[in-house]
């Protein structure tokens, strides 16, 4: 697995993070901490899960075949749509993040986080029983699949957390 590689796969979460630390910036003379776990968390959900999720989408919809070959399974199977459009689904939702909040980031979460999580897990499972050592089954995906969930639910619970204290002082 090469840098690159790695890299590509984490393409969305740094550009959330580079989207966040900009609007932070923005904000820097009124945002106290909870603020600005709120915006990483935000840009996160837009950038980090919502647009890779819509990527993945267009990706499995569009260029189904290569895709396919990427991960290291058959070309032509109608099971790339569903993919696609699961994908393509949930990557909205973390687009509507940004409008909407609370109960719908913890449910955009929850739906994202137990695909990612479970496709992790698929592709492990393709590789130890399969020997499937295709870029996009054992590559940077896999990392991103099985620890970007966990990354966004630490996130969420600490913005929750956060968001208790200021209301207990207020």
């Not at 890299?7 to 003379?29: M, S």
């Not at 837009?46 to 990527?55: N, R, S």
């Not at 569009?62 to 459009?85: C, H, K, N, Y």
């Not at 109960?103 to 979460?109: R, S, V």
């Amino acid at each position: 697995m090469s840098l690159l590689e790695i890299l590509w796969a984490f393409l969305f979460p740094l550009i959330g993070a580079v989207v966040a630390l900009l609007h932070i910036t923005k904000e820097r003379k009124t945002a106290d901490a909870h603020r600005r776990l709120e915006i990483v968390l935000m840009w996160q959900l837009v950038c980090g899960l919502g647009l890779a999720m819509l990527w993945g989408g267009i990706g499995h919809l569009l260029f189904a075949d290569r895709v396919a070959e990427s991960i290291g399974w058959a070309t032509g199977s109608p099971f790339q749509q569903e993919v696609g459009m699961w994908d393509a689904s949930i990557g909205i939702l973390g687009l509507l993040c940004l409008k909407f909040r609370d109960q719908f980031w913890l449910a955009t979460i929850i739906g994202g986080g137990l695909f990612l999580f479970s496709a992790g897990l698929g592709h492990v499972y393709q590789f130890l029983a399969f020997g499937d050592v295709s870029p996009n089954n054992i590559g940077g995906v896999l990392w991103v699949d099985l620890l970007f969930p966990l990354f966004l639910g630490a996130l969420y619970l600490l913005h929750r957390r956060g968001k208790a204290d200021v209301q207990t002082i207020r």
